[in-house]
Structures are given as C-alpha cells and as structure tokens.
C-alpha cells in the first residue's frame, strides 16, 4: 500500500483509500460500482445494522465512489475514535458477506440511481461524448453500467471482484491528520491484471433531444493515459488546460468576456488508464450555439498553431503550485491524493511543485498539437 499522510494537528483525522481498478476491469459493466454499494452491507463478523450503528455512535462520516479506474473510501472521524474506525474499516473491506437479501435490495436501488442520472441533461451530454470517444471499449459505458447489466450481475460476480481487487498492494491511502491508522487488507489478490482497451474510430458528432431550455455541448479529445504517456506530461497538460480554460483562460475570455455568449465556457482534461479526455464546454440558448462552438474551435486551433506564451505558462505555473499548496490546507486533499497517487506514484506526487517548474512553453505547444489536432468528438444535449 502507498501511504501519504498531510500532517495537519487537526480534531478530526480524513483520509481517502482508494484501489486500482474500477470499471474498465470488470467482467460486467456496473460490476465495480455495484460493490461500492455492498461494502457497508454487513460482513462475517457484522450486520449492516452492526456496522451502521457502530458508524453512527463514534460520528464517523464516511462515502465511496467509483470511476473508470479506481474504487475509492473516504472516512473522516474524530481522532479519538481511530482504533474504531479502523477496525470498521479493516472488517468491510477484508470480511464482506454480500447478503443475498440485500444483494437485491441494492441492484433495485441502483436501477433507480441510474434512472436519476439518465434524466439529468448535464449528465447525458458526456454520456453521449465518451461513448462516442471512446466507440468499442469499457470507457465507452458509464461506470454504472445499463439496466441490462446492472440486472444481470450476481452475488458471486461481487465476490470475485472483491477478491480479486480490494488488497494490500493495489491501495493508495491518503491521510489528513497527525496520525496513519493501521488498516488491515487482504494480502493477497489480482494486481489490477487488464488487457489495453482498444478503440474503434470515434463518432464526430452526437446529439439528444431532452426536456432542457438550453444546449449543453462538450467537446473531447482522447488525452493522456497514465500507463503509456510521461509522468512530467501530466503536469504540461494541467498548464495547457489552465491557459485554455479557467476564469482567465483564453476561451473563457473569448466566449464569455469578449462575446457574452455563455456563463459557463470552460476546458480541462480527465487522465485514465488506457486514454484520458481533454473536455471543452459550454451552456447556452440554441440560437447562440454555433457561435460558442465557432469560438471553442478558433481558441484551440491558435494553441495548436501558435502554442502559449511565456508569460501564460509562468503565469499559470505560479497559480497551480499555489493552488497545490491551497489544497493540503483542505480535507479534499485526500482524494486528491490518493487517487493521483493511484494513477502516477507517491513520488511523483510529493514532488509535484519541480514538476510545474520543469514546464516550458515548447513542452506545452507539443501537448496541444499532441492532443488537439485531431478532430474532436462533439455531443449536444439540446431541446425537444
């Protein structure tokens, strides 16, 4: 297990342990997600009646989540209930007994999760762009998977993925407090074992009719995968993003200061696996829609040609780091940290302000002509 630990002489103790795989590892899509759900569900040693009391008496607040690549735990508790929340902890993530009772109760909650989120606009448009983005791999699902697959996972499918990923040497735990606690995992499992997606050619274009007053649009380019591209890369790609988007970004200033087009223009980029998406977006009337995408294109296409200048990159060098430092002062550094940690290495995260100072400007000019030359995926959410 990576261990990175803020020390911060705080009341309360936050950390973050998060588990390398997710739902590009799955046999069926939705399986990770689904397992996020059943961890709190009682174990061998506990009922989930148990184990939420026990929760519910020290005060400890806790949550998971689930991505492409990762399955992640947050708990945050007073530090005079450590040796509690860790033997929780330990016992849900080590003793998970899946009752089938409640395997069921949770496959209909999770059916009505995903009816939720089919019904949110904002929620559908990067549906329709990763699915375009990434045609003909797991990326192309969403993490929660569909109805079809949602109901086609059994107990015995849970089991197997808690076996094979939620172990010793597949977590990173992030720690915000004066003191690491001693949580026990399996020692032994399936380190993460994945096949590269492969991917078909990407649609260019996606659009859906809903119940909305405006069209939401976010654009995509497949972007930096933490298995094939430089770490150092990583860290170029955050100041490209930042000069694009952002308050002060070009495309912010273009979209909403110069042409009061939108209130939300923005850019930024998502690193995965296999490949990451560098996403632009915007909301707007219908009738002002081909405008905004006219500007999001000119904006990138001058980076492409052009690249940033110096005083761009120094400019966006100094905000990140100080953005960095910010952030150890805030209980979400541990998500931060952990999953970075997850995707690139405690190393490499310890180490980030060298990283931002050994960006230049060539190094950004090739992230944009690396990433953004090829024709994007565009989806539209727009009215009926």
């Known amino acids: ?25 799955e046999s069926k899509p939705g399986l990770a ?84 989120r089919n019904s949110n606009p904002q929620v559908a448009v990067y549906d329709l762009l990763f699915g375009g983005l990434y045609k003909g791999s797991a990326y192309a699902l969403p993490v929660i998977g569909t109805e079809e697959t949602i109901k086609s996972i059994t107990r015995e499918d849970l089991i197997d993925f808690y076996k094979e990923n939620l172990w010793n040497a597949n977590a990173s735990l992030a720690v915000y407090g004066e003191t690491i606690p001693e949580i026990k ?15 078909d050619e990407s649609e260019k274009y996606l659009e859906k009719k809903m119940d909305t007053e405006a069209s939401i649009v976010a654009y995509g380019w497949r972007g930096y995968s933490w298995l094939k591209d430089s770490p150092q890369e990583y860290f170029d790609l955050v100041i490209l993003t930042s000069i694009l988007g952002g308050s002060d ?18 850019m930024g980029f998502y690193p995965q696996a296999d490949t990451g998406v ?11 829609q081909r405008l ?16 940033p200048t110096q005083e761009e990159v120094d400019r966006k060098v100094r905000s990140s780091i100080k953005h960095e ?12 940290a952990a999953r970075r940690c997850v995707r ?22 090739n992230c944009a002509k690396k990433y953004l030359t090829a024709e994007p995926t565009v989806s539209v959410v727009c009215p009926k």
Request: aromatic share 10%; glycine share 6%; proline share 2%.
């Open 185 to 199: 995992l399996a020692e032994t499992g399936t380190l993460c074992k994945r096949e590269s997606a492969v991917f």
């Open 249 to 266: 970004g070009r495309i912010f200033k273009k979209i909403r200061t110069e042409l009061g087009l939108s209130y939300d223009p923005s």
């Open 278 to 288: 560098v996403l632009g977006s915007f909301t707007t009337t219908p009738d002002k």
């Open 33 to 116: 997600h689904f397992l996020e759900h059943m961890t709190f569900c009682g174990t061998t040693n506990r009922s989930e009646e148990q184990v939420l009391k026990e929760l519910s008496n020290e005060g400890i607040q806790y949550n998971a989540c689930t991505d492409h690549d990762y399955i992640a735990y947050q708990f945050h508790f007073d530090k005079d209930s450590i040796n509690k929340t860790t033997d929780i902890m330990s016992d849900i993530l080590t003793n998970a007994s899946f009752p089938e009772d409640l395997f069921k109760r949770e496959q209909g909650v999770i059916l009505q999760e995903l009816a939720r």
């Open 325 to 336: 430092r910010m952030d150890e002062d805030k209980t979400h550094w541990t998500g931060k």
């Open 1 to 25: 297990m990576q261990v990175i630990n803020l020390k911060r002489p705080t009341n309360g103790i936050y950390l973050d342990l998060a588990f390398a795989g997710g739902s590009v590892i």
């Open 344 to 365: 690139l290495s405690k190393e490499f995260h310890d180490n980030y302000e060298e990283a931002y100072k050994a960006v230049t400007v060539e190094a950004v000019h």
């Open 292 to 307: 905004c995408m006219d500007a999001l294109e000119e904006e990138v296409k001058k980076m492409v040609q052009d690249g």
